[in-house]
C-alpha cells in the first residue's frame, strides 16, 4: 500500500474546480477510490449531486471517458459498455486493459437504480459499483432515502408535532449487494483512507461484479460544518454505526475493529438533523437507533467469525 504522499502524487481523475458544495463527502470518496486505479477508467454516473455539480456543460471536471447515466439506470449503462468492451476485445480492436465503475448517490443506488445494479451484479459484468451513501436525496433538496436513518430530519421527514424525523431504520445495502454473492463487496469511510484504497484495489481487480457502498456527508442535508466531514465519518466508524467490512468471495472480514465502541449519540449529537432526537420527549428514538446499531454490529461480528 503506497504512502498518503505517494497516492496525493497521482493524477487526479475527479479535478478541482467542480461546483460540489464545500466540504461535500462525495468528491473526497471519488478521489480516493480512484487513487486505487492504474489503468484507463470509463465511468457511467447516475443523476444526482455529483453529476449534476461535476459536469455542468460545457465543462467537466472529469479526465476520463465518462456518461451521464440516468437516475434509475447507471448499473444498466456501464454494463453495455463493458459487454462492448469484451466483444471488441475479443475481436482485437481495443489494445491496453480498461476498467468501469458506476456511481450513484443513494437515491440512485438504493431505491431507484437498485433493479439496475441488481441485475447487472446477477448478470456477471466486470464492473465496480460505487455509491456515495449521503442518507438522502440531496440534489433535489434532501428528501429521504431508503439509506437515511431513524430519526432524521428531511424535508419529506420533518421532525415536529406529527413525526419526529423518519419512522424507518435505514435498509441495510451492504448486506442485500453480500447476498448476490458476487467477488467482492466493502463498505468503506474516506476517514481510513487507507482502508479505502485498499479495498478499491480488489474492487477493481475483481474479476466479476464489486459494490462498494461509502459513506459520504452532505453538511447542507446533516447540517454539519463542512471542515468536519471528515471526522464525522470516522466517529460513524468509531461508534459502530458505519462497520468497516469485506465479503470477498463470499468471506465476511472486519477489516477495522474500534478498541472502544464509543455511543451512537456521540455521532448524532455532530449533525443538526438529529438535533430534536435531544429533547427529552425524544429520547427513546436515540436509544432505539442504539438498540439497532448494536444488534447490526452483533450480527456482522458473527458473520466476520469475531464471536
Ligand atoms: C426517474 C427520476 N426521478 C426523479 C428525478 C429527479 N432527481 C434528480 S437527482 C435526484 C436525487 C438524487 O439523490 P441521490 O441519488 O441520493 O444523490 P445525491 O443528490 O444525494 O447526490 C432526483 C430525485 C430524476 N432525475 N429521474
Ligand atoms: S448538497 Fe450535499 S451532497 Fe450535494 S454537493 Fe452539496 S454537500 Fe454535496
Not at 438522502?136 to 419529506?156: D, F, H, K, V, W
Not at 476517514?191 to 484504497?197: A, I, K, T, Y
Not at 466517529?235 to 468471495?249: F, G, I, K, Q
Request: charged share 25%; proline share 6%; aromatic share 10%.
Amino acid at each position: 500500500m503506497p504512502s498518503l504522499k505517494e497516492l496525493s502524487r497521482q493524477p487526479e481523475i475527479l479535478t478541482g474546480g467542480h461546483r460540489l458544495c464545500a466540504g461535500c463527502g462525495a468528491p473526497i470518496v471519488v478521489r480516493q477510490a480512484l487513487k486505487a486505479l492504474d489503468v484507463p477508467l470509463v465511468a457511467a454516473n447516475a443523476t444526482g449531486c455529483l453529476e449534476v455539480a461535476s459536469a455542468i456543460y460545457p465543462y467537466t471536471a472529469w479526465r476520463c471517458s465518462w456518461i451521464h447515466s440516468a437516475f434509475e439506470n447507471a448499473a444498466a449503462t456501464i454494463s453495455g459498455v463493458e459487454a462492448a468492451y469484451r466483444s471488441l476485445k475479443r475481436q482485437d480492436k481495443i489494445p491496453g486493459e480498461f476498467r468501469f465503475v458506476a456511481f450513484g448517490g443513494d437515491g440512485g443506488t438504493f431505491d431507484i437504480g437498485f433493479q439496475s445494479l441488481s441485475g447487472a451484479a446477477e448478470r456477471g459484468h466486470r464492473f465496480v459499483y460505487i455509491c456515495y451513501d449521503n442518507e438522502a436525496y440531496m440534489n433535489t433538496g434532501i428528501q429521504r432515502s431508503s439509506a437515511t436513518p431513524l430519526g432524521a430530519e428531511t424535508t419529506t421527514t420533518p421532525a415536529g408535532e406529527v413525526i419526529p424525523g423518519k419512522r424507518q431504520h435505514r435498509k441495510d445495502l451492504t448486506a442485500i449487494m453480500a447476498a448476490h454473492d458476487i467477488p467482492y463487496v466493502a463498505q468503506v469511510s474516506p476517514s481510513h483512507w487507507n482502508d479505502l484504497v485498499t479495498k478499491m484495489k480488489k474492487a477493481f481487480d475483481a474479476e466479476g461484479p464489486a459494490f462498494v457502498n461509502a459513506i459520504a456527508p452532505c453538511p447542507r442535508g446533516w447540517r454539519h460544518d463542512g471542515s468536519l466531514t471528515v471526522e464525522v465519518t470516522r466517529v460513524a466508524v468509531e461508534t459502530c454505526y458505519w462497520p468497516l467490512y469485506e465479503v470477498d468471495h463470499g468471506k465476511w472480514r472486519l477489516t477495522y475493529k474500534p478498541r472502544e465502541k464509543k455511543p451512537v449519540e456521540e455521532w448524532l449529537k455532530m449533525q443538526g438533523r438529529f438535533r430534536h432526537l435531544f429533547r427529552p420527549e425524544n429520547r427513546h428514538i436515540i436509544d432505539e437507533i442504539q438498540a439497532y446499531v448494536d444488534r447490526k454490529w452483533e450480527e456482522l461480528l458473527k458473520r466476520c467469525g469475531e464471536i
